[in-house]
């Protein structure tokens, strides 16, 4: 009896290809836009200049290398992030691995007191029904709150009382990354089913038994998911956390910098190294979760 070889998928059909062609017409789009935002600026700096005789190709040039643009284009954006990264000095305050390091600093340390918050308050909402009554709501609440409300009082509280540099900045990524790890946590632990529980009681298991050998690793995979969105949330509150500051140091010190003098493509530059930060830190955690689920038995 033959067994049948798997057919495998035509590479149009590929997630690769797939990403690929999203990407190939995110970028057509962005230089069509480019175009069409920058085109009446480039016009009128001809009439300042009292420059006449342009062909339309010369135009599109012109406007493609603007600058100042109201939006830049793509290799102008990776032109700047490449002469911001590679041909600066890490330590330089032009370099954007400087920036990006203190921004990552503030995001991995709000990311662990957050994920370690949300998972106790978890175990506690799941564990005791007046905390799950009395915490939950506000929990929740507490993200109606606009963060650019909340940031610059954090900022000013905490530098009165002689707190400044990386922990105002992290307890504002903390405040954006717990939530997410609550609410998947206490539907994780929530998880088991009546059965399961029922055989842990006739087995005679106490509560933090049942918790080690039943609900933490059910709750994984939870958990896991929960990271990857509270990863992203932590840099956005880190970047946040850095407006307030002014002339400081960061991502978000950077696209602020940006804006006071009409730099865009650095904005967008800064733009992109945040983008590639959340990136690779979510890549981080779905690594993390699969070494996880492989020393646990489970099959790639």
Excluded at 202 to 224: C, M
Excluded at 238 to 249: F, S
Excluded at 271 to 299: D, H
């Amino acid at each position: 009896m033959s067994t049948m070889a798997p057919v495998k998928p035509h590479w149009r059909e590929s997630n690769g290809f797939a990403i690929l062609a999203v990407l190939a017409a995110l970028v057509v789009v962005w230089y069509v836009a480019a175009v069409l935002m920058n085109w009446q600026g480039m016009t009128d700096l001809y009439q300042r200049k009292d420059v006449t005789g342009v062909t339309v190709t010369q135009q599109l040039y012109d406007v493609l290398n603007y600058d100042k643009p109201l939006l830049p284009a793509p290799h102008q954006v990776v032109a700047e992030f490449w002469k911001t990264t590679v041909e600066q000095a890490v330590t330089s305050k032009k370099s954007l691995v400087y920036h990006g390091w203190i921004t990552l600093s503030a995001t991995l340390l709000g990311f662990v007191i957050g994920t370690g918050f949300g998972i106790g308050l978890a175990v506690l909402i799941v564990h005791n029904g007046a905390m799950d009554r009395s915490l939950m709501p506000w929990i929740i609440a507490s993200q109606t709150i606009p963060i650019l409300a909340i940031a610059p009082m954090v900022i000013v509280v905490l530098n009165a009382v002689g707190i400044s540099g990386l922990v105002p900045k992290a307890l504002i990524s903390t405040y954006l990354s717990f939530f997410p790890v609550v609410v998947g946590m206490v539907k994780g632990f929530r998880s088991p089913e009546a059965i399961q529980l029922d055989l842990m009681h006739t087995y005679n298991a106490s509560r933090v038994q049942t918790f080690l050998k039943l609900r933490w690793p059910i709750a994984l995979p939870y958990l896991f998911t929960s990271m990857k969105v509270g990863v992203a949330a932590s840099l956005v509150g880190a970047i946040v956390g850095e407006l307030p500051a002014g002339g400081g140091n960061g991502l978000g010190a950077r696209l602020l910098a940006g804006s006071y003098y009409g730099q865009t493509i650095q904005i967008w530059s800064a733009l992109l190294t945040a983008s590639l930060l959340a990136g690779a830190l979510i890549a981080l955690v779905t690594l993390a979760e699969r070494m996880t689920n492989r020393s646990l038995g489970a099959r790639a």
